[in-house]
T-cell receptor, first 114, second 112 residues
């Protein structure tokens, strides 16, 4: 298995532009999580899905952020419009029976908004 | 809000020494997990300990859990330069549906 695949690895964009981050979870995993990591705030859970259904989006910073999971093998996190304070590393993780097993993380997308 | 708080924030030791990192948390948990993150990489799951377990081993790793004190420790024995990384504890709080809340992490440097 190739693991959790995220794209792009790096993204540099101008303030105000739309940014879309992509994630392919491990086949068979039924939970998917989006985290954001910064030096100041550490790892923050943004949203997670269980069986493709959003369960908890209380960590999404504001309406500029949205996430979708149209099927079991793909998820997107969109920021529109982007702002410099959105600069961070965004991680996707997936899990099978999250209560019982650990997460598998992707390599992350480093987003820089200038 | 962060559920887990790691201590110390940073630790520097010589190769061959043991490294101990501690984690405290606030609410009742289903399980507690430890992860490693190498610089510029994603997190890697190390070990999961359930609330009814007190100790768990995996290779050179030993994790303890004290639910009465709401604390856990990660011991890495006979450390190697390759163990240099950040280590995070994460809690699966009771009542939640499997989401993990991560602490701020301990940065470990192992000098060759």
């Amino acid at each position: 298995d190739a693991g959790v695949i995220q794209s792009p690895r790096h993204e540099v964009t101008e303030m105000g532009q739309e940014v879309t981050l992509r994630c392919k979870p491990i086949s068979g995993h039924n939970s998917l999580f989006w985290y954001r990591q910064t030096m100041m705030r550490g790892l923050e859970l943004l949203i997670y899905f269980n069986n493709n259904v959003p369960i908890d989006d209380s960590g999404m910073p504001e309406d500029r952020f949205s996430a979708k999971m149209p099927n079991a093998s793909f998820s997107t996190l969109k920021i529109q419009p982007s702002e410099p304070r959105d600069s961070a590393v965004y991680f996707c993780a997936s899990s099978f029976q999250a209560h019982n097993y650990g997460y598998t993380f992707g390599s992350g997308t480093r987003l820089t908004v200038v | 809000s962060q559920q887990g708080e790691e201590d110390p924030q940073a630790l520097s030791i010589q190769e061959g020494e043991n490294a101990t990192m501690n984690c405290s948390y606030k609410t009742s948990i289903n399980n507690l997990q430890w992860y490693r993150q190498n610089s510029g990489r994603g997190l890697v799951h190390l070990i999961l300990i359930r609330s009814n377990e007190r100790e768990k081993h995996s290779g050179r790793l030993r994790v303890t859990l004290d639910t009465s004190k709401k604390s856990s420790s990660l011991l890495i024995t006979a450390s190697r330069a390759a163990d240099t990384a950040s280590y995070f504890c994460a809690t699966d709080a009771r009542g939640n549906t499997g989401k993990l809340i991560f602490g701020q992490g301990t940065t470990l440097q192992v000098k060759p």
